[in-house]
């Protein structure tokens, strides 16, 4: 893994103010997301970092905007910030450094520039977020968010998007990033019934196992039995699309298999763990095993090296 100085150069990153830019962004991400920051450095190739930790971290800082508050509020701050973002992409100045470092991105990355575009337009689902009341509900929330959030990291993964695989190569970001989220959903039950009011799990099928969020903030045995059932069928859900997102690693370049692969297999792991614990997902989340993520970071790590 090359320094972090040595990154920055071999991206052709050399004016101070922006180097320092980048660095408050690296040290923001290494902060709140440890894991995926210590995957990035390790398995993929050295001019992808600046521009994914940009991206990841114009991500986080557009969450924590749009993430507290009345709706009303976080709908002022979502256009507010969608305003400041837009003219910086059109050549502005930016006031931020997550915005100088995401600028300086876009410009190095042309890519990104819709795909912030399609993130912004998406956001409004998150700020008026609330549960969902059927399955269409969820799905459309993947479809204008999550995948449209995804997509802002995989793009940079994926330099040929004009490519005859392009539309496959979105097909299988949309199949992941449904597992991911549907596993998320699962993994933050308790958390979501006893702070946020809602959960992820569609509110027709919560009524179809007898399950309400009441009971969920407060579960019995006999709640925990119920959620068994409704776990695993979630589940299966986030298996099949997992499965199916797995051609991905054979329409990325050589160089950014390795990240992808590892994306694949922890989110394997991830879904394994909410399994075992079903019902207990009531109490609490599901975490996979460290030796088991270790591992594959291990393997995946040396499939880097190889690669390049």
């Given amino acids: 893994m090359p320094t972090w100085n040595g990154t920055l150069r071999q991206a052709g990153i050399t004016e101070p103010d922006l180097q320092d830019a980048y660095g408050d962004q690296r040290a923001l991400v290494k902060r709140f997301k440890t894991e995926e920051y210590l995957t990035v450095r390790l398995l993929l190739p050295a001019h992808l970092h600046t521009p994914v930790i940009a991206a990841v971290a114009f991500m986080h800082e557009t969450d924590q905007r749009i993430d507290t508050g009345t709706t009303d509020a976080r709908r002022r701050a979502l256009g507010e910030w969608a305003t400041a973002t837009r003219d910086v992409l059109s050549g502005g100045q930016a006031g931020s450094s997550t915005l100088k470092s995401l600028g300086d991105a876009v410009s190095r990355q042309p890519q990104l520039q819709p795909r912030v575009e399609g993130f912004l337009q998406g956001a409004h689902l998150e700020v008026d977020y609330a549960g969902f009341g059927t399955e269409d509900d969820l799905q459309a ?11 802002l990291l995989a793009c940079l993964l994926d330099p040929t998007e004009t490519s005859k695989d392009a539309d496959a190569f979105e097909r299988s970001c949309r199949d992941l990033i449904e597992a991911m989220q549907r596993v998320d959903f699962l993994d933050d039950l308790a958390e979501d019934a006893a702070e946020e009011g809602h959960v992820g799990i ?41 499965a199916a997102s797995r051609q991905l690693t054979s329409l990325v370049p050589r160089q950014t298999r390795p990240f992808i692969t590892a994306m694949l297999r922890v989110q394997e792991l991830r879904l394994r763990a909410v399994r075992r614990k079903g019902g207990g997902l009531a109490d609490g989340g599901a975490r996979p095993s460290a030796p088991g993520l270790l591992a594959v970071l291990a393997r995946q790590y040396a499939a880097a090296l190889r690669a390049r």
């Fill in 141 to 151: 929330y993947i479809d204008g968010y999550s995948l449209p959030a995804f997509m």
């Fill in 202 to 242: 569609p509110g027709k099928d919560l009524a179809r196992h007898g399950l309400s969020l009441t009971e969920l903030r407060t579960p019995t045995d006999d709640v925990r039995a119920r959620l068994e059932h409704l776990v695993e069928e979630q589940a299966e859900l986030a298996h099949l699309r997992l």
